[in-house]
C-alpha cells in the first residue's frame, strides 16, 4: 500500500504547478494509509520536477520519519496534527495559490457567489487566524476554522490555503476549486458587490452535487 500510496502523492504533485498553484517548491500534498496510519508526505525544498515516488517521505501520525532519504515537508507536524484530530480525513493539500492567498492576507473568507461553491463547498470557504510555519499550530488552527463547516477548504491569515478530503486526489480538486473561485470572487468583487445565493438553494447545491452528480 505504501508503495502504491507513493506513486499517487507524486503523480498528484504534478497538478499543483499545472493549475497554477504553487511557486517553485512551495506547497505540499500527504496522504495517509487507513490501514497503518503512515502518512506519506512530500520532502522539503526540492523542486517539482524532481519529485519521485522514491523520494516521497513516511512518517508516522507524530511526524517522525519511518522511511526516506530526505527532510519531511516543513509543513508535517500539521498535516499529522489534521490527521489525528480529523479520522475521515486521508488526504491534505497545502497551497499559496495566488487568488485565494489574497483574501487570506485580509483574513477574509472566499465568499459562496457561485453555484460551484454551493457544490464543492457548501457555503463559504472560511479564513481562520495567524500561525507560524514549524509546528502544530497551522494545524491546529485548520482543525478550529473547518470544525462545522461543509467546506474541505480554509484559508489561514496572511498565508494560503489547506483543504482536506478522503483521499489525496479529492483534496487537490478542493484546492483547484479553491483558487478556481477565489479568482472569480475576486474579479467579481471590482465590479462590485456580488449577487447572493440564498443558503436554502445552496443546500440543495450542495445535496444535488455531493448525493446525485456523477457516476
Not at 25 to 52: C, E, M, W
Not at 151 to 163: D, K, N, W
Not at 184 to 207: F, N, R, V
Request: aromatic share 6%; net charge negative; proline share 6%.
Amino acid at each position: 500500500m505504501l508503495e502504491e500510496l507513493r506513486q499517487i502523492v507524486c503523480d498528484l504533485h504534478a497538478e499543483l504547478p499545472k493549475n497554477n498553484l504553487v511557486a517553485w517548491t512551495s506547497g505540499n500534498i500527504s496522504a495517509r494509509d487507513p490501514q497503518t496510519n503512515l502518512v506519506v508526505i512530500k520532502p522539503s525544498g526540492i523542486k517539482f520536477p524532481d519529485l519521485t515516488p522514491e523520494n516521497m517521505v513516511v512518517v508516522d501520525m507524530e511526524g517522525a520519519i519511518v522511511e526516506g532519504d530526505y527532510k519531511a515537508s516543513s509543513d508535517t507536524a500539521s498535516h499529522c496534527y489534521i490527521y489525528r484530530h480529523m479520522p475521515d480525513v486521508h488526504g491534505i493539500v497545502h497551497t499559496h495559490s495566488r487568488f485565494a492567498a489574497a483574501f487570506a492576507t485580509h483574513g477574509r473568507p472566499i465568499p459562496c457567489i457561485t453555484t460551484a461553491m454551493g457544490d464543492e463547498f457548501g457555503g463559504d470557504i472560511p479564513c481562520g487566524g495567524f500561525a507560524l510555519i514549524g509546528g502544530e499550530e497551522i494545524g491546529q488552527v485548520v482543525v478550529e476554522t473547518l470544525q462545522g463547516s461543509r467546506s474541505p477548504a480554509c484559508l489561514l491569515q496572511s498565508h494560503g490555503v489547506f483543504t482536506i478530503g478522503p483521499t489525496a486526489e479529492k483534496a487537490v480538486k478542493a484546492a483547484v476549486m479553491t483558487e478556481d473561485n477565489a479568482a472569480i470572487a475576486w474579479a467579481s468583487l471590482l465590479m462590485g458587490q456580488p449577487l447572493t445565493i440564498a443558503q436554502s438553494d445552496i443546500d440543495k447545491l450542495y445535496d444535488r452535487y455531493q448525493n446525485v452528480y456523477g457516476q
